[in-house]
Each structure stands twice: as structure tokens, then as C-alpha cells.
């Protein structure tokens, strides 16, 4: 099964910066794409970046011009670069990765954003 090395988050102030990674092992085929999702408490899980495995990329309108996500196909890794972060980023940002036989999901990392 697919296995996730998620880290980067944290605690940063408003304004400041903070770049999340995710490593996907065990995959067997080639990937379709890698994305971010985040979840704020009381709140439901949304989308804030994809990024298909040719490069196309997608963002949340509330992240864009802030935040960027890249992959290194090599090593199925999805990375994402946040700046100008703001209170309302506060979540836990999930990692996942499309295949061929679905997608999988991350364990999360928290990412507080206060001053």
C-alpha cells in the first residue's frame, strides 16, 4: 500500500512563510497527480492545490498568488511552498496521490497560523 512522509508544518505568525512536503512510497505504477487538501475545524476539507504529474497545476482562489505547489516525479513527492500566510490558512493540510488504483491520503500536518 501506498505509504506518505508528510512534514513542514507549524507554528508561524501571520505574514510569514512555511513549506510543506509529502513523500509517497509503495506506488507501483506511475501517478496521475498529487495535491493538498486542508481541514479547519468545524469546517469541511477543501481543496488548495493539484498538480498533475506533466506539471499543470491548480489552486483554491483563497491561496493563489500565495501559495505553490511542485512535484519531483522521481521521488513522487508533492511540496508546497506557502507565503503571506494568514489566520484562516490554520488547518491540518493532507497530502494525496492519484493512480491507477485510486487515491490515497496522508496523515496530515498542522499548520498554525497566529500571532
Known amino acids: 500500500q501506498v505509504q506518505f512522509v508528510e512534514s513542514g508544518g507549524g507554528l508561524v505568525q501571520p505574514g510569514g512563510s512555511l513549506r510543506l512536503s509529502c513523500a509517497a512510497s509503495?506506488?507501483?505504477?506511475?501517478?496521475?497527480?498529487m495535491g493538498w487538501y486542508r481541514q479547519a475545524p468545524g469546517k469541511q476539507r477543501e481543496l488548495v492545490a493539484t498538480i498533475s504529474r506533466g506539471g499543470s497545476a491548480y489552486y483554491a482562489d483563497s491561496v493563489k498568488g500565495r501559495f505553490t505547489i511542485s512535484i519531483d516525479n522521481p521521488k513522487n513527492t508533492v511540496y508546497l511552498q506557502m507565503n503571506s500566510l494568514k489566520p484562516e490558512d490554520t488547518a491540518v493540510y493532507y497530502c494525496?496521490?492519484?493512480?491507477?488504483?485510486?487515491?490515497?491520503w496522508g496523515q496530515g500536518t498542522q499548520v498554525t497560523v497566529s500571532s
Open positions: 509503495g506506488i507501483i505504477f506511475s501517478i496521475y497527480g
Open positions: 494525496n496521490v492519484q493512480t491507477p488504483r485510486g487515491t490515497d
